[in-house]
Every structure is written in structure tokens, then in C-alpha cells.
């Protein structure tokens, strides 16, 4: 079956320096679509990828869909403390309703 | 609203009682989910609900029991739960098929 290969399983960064997450499928993906779990809290909705090399930005967040539709990137830059929190991947092979959660990247942001 | 719901936010449960989790969005979703997270775990699809009929069960134990009585509330009726059963279980929507998925704050659930 499909699978999402979400890496790393950690990372710690200080304040003001970039992160970045990547996921990869084994199959060719209908969109992709992060996450964001805070400690405690629950996956919050943060962005859907449908176009190959699609590229979207949300302030300090770029993402990306790779030409093939088998992987993507969040890439953080200047991360804050606010950013900390587990980043789930989750992958649409076009199956119907079931969305295939990579293991996420949790990471860690000192001041 | 632009929230999901979900009741209660914690439960203790022994082995042998019988309890039952509620969602509600009222957002017009017309497909709902339940997941299952262990600690430092991805969530895993147990069921969804389209259009208030069960389209997937992803091979869940007996013991879980999904039920959708109309497009805004789901429940999970548990029974006989094991304690590798506790978890967050976490309800979501979705507006329909590929869309982004509004996940609710999850129910707290330990099994004695």
C-alpha cells in the first residue's frame, strides 16, 4: 500500500535559523496536504498541494509538491519559538477519503 | 462555526464498561473521521463517513463501534477496551473528498 516517508523524526534549531521537513510516497500523490501539532493539542490544517511544482508561501512557510507528485517540503525560515510543534505531512493517492499521515517532524525551537 | 466538537475531553474507563465518544461540526461537512494517536504518533484513520454512511473501516476491533445519526454528529461507542486502547482519539471533517480535514481537540481516553 502507500506509504509517506516524512524526514527528520526530530529537530532542534535556535531561534532564527531555518527548517526544514521533507515527505516522500511511494506512489504518485493527488495533492498533499500539513499539518501542525502543537504540544498537547491537536493536527490543525495548515496547507493543500495539488499542481506539480507547485510552490505556496504563507509568511515565514514556503511549501512544495515535487514534479512527480511523490514528495514534498515545508521549509521554515527564521523559525520562532511559536513554530514548535510536530509537522505532519499527509498524503491523497486519489483512494477516496483516506489521507496517509507521514510520522511527522517534531521540532524543537530555543530562544 | 468553523469548529469540530468533541465530548468528553477526557475518560477513564475500565475493561469492561461500556462508553461512547461525540463529535459535532457544523460546519455542512458532509464526511467525518475518527483517528486513533498514540504519544509521539501520526494520527490512524480508524473510520470515515460520507454523506452519513460508513465508506471506510480501516480493520478496527469489534470493541469500536462508529455510528453518524445525521451529517453534524459522529460517536464512537466503545465496549470491552483493552488498555493498548488508550489514546487521543481525535474526530475530524472535511467538506468532502480532498479537501483539508478540520480535526476536533481529541478525547483523552485510558483503559484500567
Known amino acids: 500500500g502507500q506509504q509517506v516517508m516524512q524526514i527528520p523524526q526530530y529537530q532542534h534549531v535556535q531561534e532564527g535559523e531555518d527548517f526544514t521537513t521533507y515527505c516522500n510516497s511511494s506512489?504518485?500523490?493527488?495533492?498533499i496536504q500539513w499539518y501542525k501539532q502543537r504540544p498537547g493539542g491537536h493536527p490543525v490544517f495548515l496547507i493543500q498541494l495539488v499542481k506539480s511544482g507547485e510552490v505556496k508561501k504563507q509568511k515565514r512557510l514556503t511549501f512544495q509538491f515535487g514534479e512527480a507528485k511523490k514528495n514534498s517540503s515545508l521549509h521554515i525560515t527564521a523559525t520562532q519559538t511559536t513554530d514548535v510543534g510536530t509537522y505532519f505531512c499527509?498524503?491523497?493517492?486519489?483512494?477516496?477519503?483516506?489521507?496517509?499521515f507521514g510520522k511527522g517532524t517534531s521540532l524543537l525551537v530555543t530562544p | 462555526d468553523t469548529e469540530v466538537t468533541q465530548t468528553p475531553k477526557h475518560l477513564v474507563m475500565g475493561m469492561t464498561n461500556k462508553k461512547s465518544l461525540k463529535c459535532e461540526q457544523h460546519m455542512g461537512h458532509r464526511a467525518m473521521y475518527w483517528y486513533k494517536q498514540k504519544a509521539k504518533k501520526p494520527p490512524e484513520l480508524m473510520f470515515v463517513y460520507s454523506y452519513e454512511k460508513l465508506s471506510i473501516n480501516e480493520s478496527v476491533p469489534s470493541r469500536f463501534s462508529p455510528e453518524c445519526p445525521n451529517s453534524s454528529l459522529l460517536n464512537l461507542h466503545l465496549h470491552a477496551l483493552q488498555p493498548e486502547d488508550s489514546a487521543l482519539y481525535l474526530c475530524?471533517?472535511?467538506?468532502?473528498?480532498?479537501?483539508?480535514?478540520?480535526f476536533g481537540p481529541g478525547t483523552r481516553l485510558t483503559v484500567l
Open positions: 499527509a498524503g491523497d493517492s486519489n483512494s477516496g477519503y483516506a489521507l496517509n
Open positions: 506512489t504518485t500523490l493527488s495533492n
Open positions: 475530524a471533517s472535511s467538506q468532502d473528498d480532498r479537501n483539508e480535514q478540520f
